[in-house]
T-cell receptor, first 114, second 116 residues
């Protein structure tokens, strides 16, 4: 079984400031890791994922996340946020090659202020 | 990316009635579909996993007789909330994947169910 902890339920940040959303997981097997974003009144969209290879993964809109196996973390970062980044961000894990069931963290609400 | 639709987007029903929610993969064949429930300001909780042509696998604590899932084709899965009660009011989200563990799950926009 897996579990995911997102330490911050809400993160207010000013526009053009950096942001980091923390995600820690626990699992008895190797995992795949995901970050999803949910804009208001919309479904979830995949932001980025780590399956294997380079531990640093990047999205097309400036987000990046680094898989740290020793710390069982997959923190999400963006060096400069925009108003449009206001959304709920969910970290999720799946049991790697063993299957594709996702376990989600509690979510972090990012509010970008002008 | 691939598109998953849900219908209806919102539904209001009376207590005791049944409600059917459809989940469709529009441009790919989904071998597996998942149904989640999301309470306000909370995370998604997996309810069940549905593979085309076979019975759904329900998560612990989810009543299979209350939440009927049918995955009759590679592009359609349905969730029927039977004899709905106010505590069933929630946001129901489906996702679909074309293949195995490395394949991305694509999420539908969700259905907001309100039971009066």
């Amino acid at each position: 079984a897996q579990s995911v902890t997102q330490l911050d339920s809400q993160v207010p940040v000013f526009e053009e400031a950096p942001v980091e959303l923390r995600c820690n997981y626990s699992s008895s097997v190797s995992v795949y890791l995901f970050w999803y974003v949910q804009y208001p009144n919309q479904g979830l969209q995949l932001l980025l994922k780590y399956l294997s290879g380079s531990t640093l993964v990047k999205s097309i809109n400036g987000f990046e996340a680094e898989f740290n196996k020793s710390q069982t973390s997959f923190h999400l970062r963006k060096p400069s946020v925009h108003i449009s980044d206001t959304a709920e961000y969910f970290c999720a894990v799946s049991p790697g090659a063993a299957g594709n069931k996702l376990t989600f963290g509690g979510g972090t609400r990012v509010l970008v202020k002008p | 990316g691939a598109v998953v639709s849900q219908h209806p987007s919102r539904v209001i029903c009376k207590s005791g009635t049944s409600v059917k929610i459809e989940c469709r993969s529009l441009d790919f064949q989904a071998t597996t579909m998942f149904w989640y429930r999301q309470f306000p300001k909370q995370s998604l909780m997996l309810m069940a996993t549905s593979n085309e042509g076979s019975k759904a696998t329900y998560e612990q604590g989810v009543e299979k007789d209350k939440f009927l899932i049918n995955h009759a084709s590679l592009t359609l899965s349905t969730l029927t909330v039977t004899s709905a009660h106010p505590e069933d009011s929630s946001f129901y989200i489906c996702s679909a994947t074309a293949g195995g563990a490395r394949d991305t799950q694509y999420f539908g926009p969700g259905t907001r169910l309100t039971v009066l």
